[in-house]
């Protein structure tokens, strides 16, 4: 898309309501009028974790594509990856609007959007047609009215595992009543045990992440990397949004639901620094990406990759080829010939 063009479309859709806006971001991609060059790469972008080959470390996180609708315009832009859902097994309205609000002086999003989509058939359909090329991830996620929700990220998995590169079970969510009770030990075991299970009985089993909330005590955040170890997670996805409202200026501010965008930064660092340290499972960093400089920060507190969502609505999707073009600058600056050879190297800085 034009530079030009975008930016009058993204004034324009900070005019509208912002979930009419996400919608309209959506159905533009639908009709072509999203980026066209493809995943960016170099030598230095390129990046392998948990057994993906990726052109570059920076994916799209689950939340923008719930349903799968607009893949083929993603698949135009410099990401590197792309996460879709939450997707649950049957559709599922979602929370009453509004659910979404902007942030603008903290450079920030509420939502409490409670895991609307159309369901697992809906989108297994949509996948089956998606753009060659494309590296391609499911966030699993668990009906409202569910009366077993393990039982529901396993059957999200089987349903679409076929059908992707990657899964993400999504227990990290605020906007799901009790959900978040999930990332406890025992709960969590159990759980990620009958993922696991769902996976093995997969034809191709697919690398399965587990995303947590930035909202946790060292002792939680301990306990969950030993279990995630234990059940053959392949990586770790650090973090999902923050129920904190410390240090905002918005009148919004009060909003129910989690926060993302730049005032997430720090307090999801800090948590993947720590898993750092913890765990060798490989970890992907979300939280508060702006700038090439918030994502070599993010790969040097311990992240093999990254995602963003929230600064896209304030930059479009050009933004990514920004942040991908001044990372590679960056990373050749400090030395690095590769994003691995960066990983972890100023953990202690956020510890």
Same mark, same amino acid.
């Given at each position: 898309?034009?530079?030009?063009?975008?930016?009058?479309?993204?004034?324009?859709?900070?005019?509208?309501?912002?979930?009419?806006?996400?919608?309209?971001?959506?159905?533009?991609?639908?009709?072509?009028?999203?980026?066209?060059?493809?995943?960016?790469?170099?030598?230095?972008?390129?990046?392998?974790?948990?057994?993906?080959?990726?052109?570059?470390?920076?994916?799209?996180?689950?939340?923008?594509?719930?349903?799968?609708?607009?893949?083929?315009?993603?698949?135009?832009?410099?990401?590197?990856? %792309?996460?879709?859902?939450?997707?649950?097994?049957?559709?599922?309205?979602?929370?009453?609007?509004?659910?979404?609000?902007?942030?603008?002086?903290?450079?920030?999003?509420?939502?409490?959007?409670?895991?609307?989509?159309?369901?697992?058939?809906?989108?297994?359909?949509?996948?089956?047609?998606?753009?060659?090329?494309?590296?391609?991830?499911?966030?699993?996620?668990?009906?409202?009215?569910?009366?077993?929700?393990?039982?529901?990220?396993?059957?999200?998995?089987?349903?679409?595992?076929?059908?992707?590169?990657?899964?993400? %079970?999504?227990?990290?969510?605020?906007?799901?009543?009790?959900?978040?009770?999930?990332?406890?030990?025992?709960?969590?075991?159990?759980?990620?045990?009958? %993922?696991?299970?769902?996976?093995?009985?997969?034809?191709?089993?697919?690398? %399965?992440?587990?995303?947590?909330?930035?909202?946790?005590?060292?002792?939680?955040?301990?306990?969950?990397?030993?279990?995630?170890?234990?059940?053959?997670?392949?990586?770790?996805?650090?973090?999902?949004?923050?129920?904190?409202?410390?240090?905002?200026?918005?009148?919004?501010?009060?909003?129910?639901?989690?926060?993302?965008?730049?005032?997430?930064?720090?307090?999801?660092?800090?948590?993947?620094?720590?898993?750092?340290?913890?765990?060798?499972?490989?970890?992907?960093?979300?939280?508060?990406?702006?700038?090439?400089?918030?994502?070599?920060?993010?790969?040097?507190?311990?992240?093999?990759?990254?995602?963003?969502?929230?600064?896209?609505?304030?930059?479009?999707?050009?933004?990514?080829?920004?942040?991908?073009?001044?990372?590679?600058?960056?990373?050749?600056?400090?030395?690095?010939?590769?994003?691995?050879?960066?990983?972890?190297?100023?953990?202690?800085?956020?510890?």
């Amino acid at each position: 898309m034009n530079a030009v063009l975008e930016r009058a479309g993204l004034t324009m859709l900070r005019r509208i309501d912002p979930e009419r806006a996400h919608g309209l971001a959506l159905l533009a991609l639908r009709m072509g009028l999203g980026p066209r060059g493809g995943a960016m790469t170099s030598p230095r972008l390129r990046t392998r974790i948990a057994g993906l080959d990726l052109p570059n470390p920076l994916g799209l996180a689950a939340g923008f594509d719930k349903n799968a609708v607009a893949l083929k315009g993603l698949a135009g832009s410099a990401l590197g990856f %792309v996460e879709i859902g939450a997707v649950t097994p049957r559709p599922q309205e979602g929370n009453p609007r509004p659910r979404l609000w902007r942030l603008p002086e903290d450079r920030a999003v509420i939502n409490r959007f409670g895991f609307n989509n159309d369901g697992m058939e809906a989108v297994a359909a949509r996948l089956a047609q998606r753009p060659a090329g494309l590296i391609l991830g499911v966030n699993l996620g668990a009906n409202k009215d569910s009366a077993d929700r393990a039982g529901d990220f396993a059957a999200v998995l089987g349903r679409l595992g076929p059908l992707v590169d990657f899964a993400t %079970v999504n227990v990290s969510s605020p906007n799901t009543e009790r959900l978040r009770e999930l990332q406890g030990r025992e709960a969590l075991a159990d759980l990620l045990a009958r %993922v696991m299970d769902a996976r093995s009985a997969l034809a191709r089993p697919v690398p %399965v992440f587990l995303k947590i909330a930035p909202d946790l005590t060292e002792a939680e955040i301990e306990a969950i990397a030993a279990v995630a170890e234990d059940a053959g997670v392949a990586a770790i996805v650090a973090t999902n949004t923050t129920l904190s409202r410390e240090g905002l200026r918005s009148a919004m501010r009060d909003r129910p639901g989690g926060l993302s965008g730049a005032p997430l930064f720090t307090r999801s660092t800090r948590v993947l620094a720590r898993l750092s340290a913890l765990t060798r499972l490989p970890l992907i960093g979300v939280g508060g990406i702006f700038t090439a400089e918030d994502a070599l920060a993010k790969i040097r507190a311990g992240a093999s990759a990254l995602q963003i969502y929230t600064a896209l609505t304030h930059g479009g999707l050009s933004l990514a080829a920004g942040i991908l073009q001044g990372l590679d600058r960056l990373l050749a600056r400090e030395g690095f010939a590769s994003v691995a050879e960066a990983v972890g190297t100023e953990r202690e800085r956020w510890l």
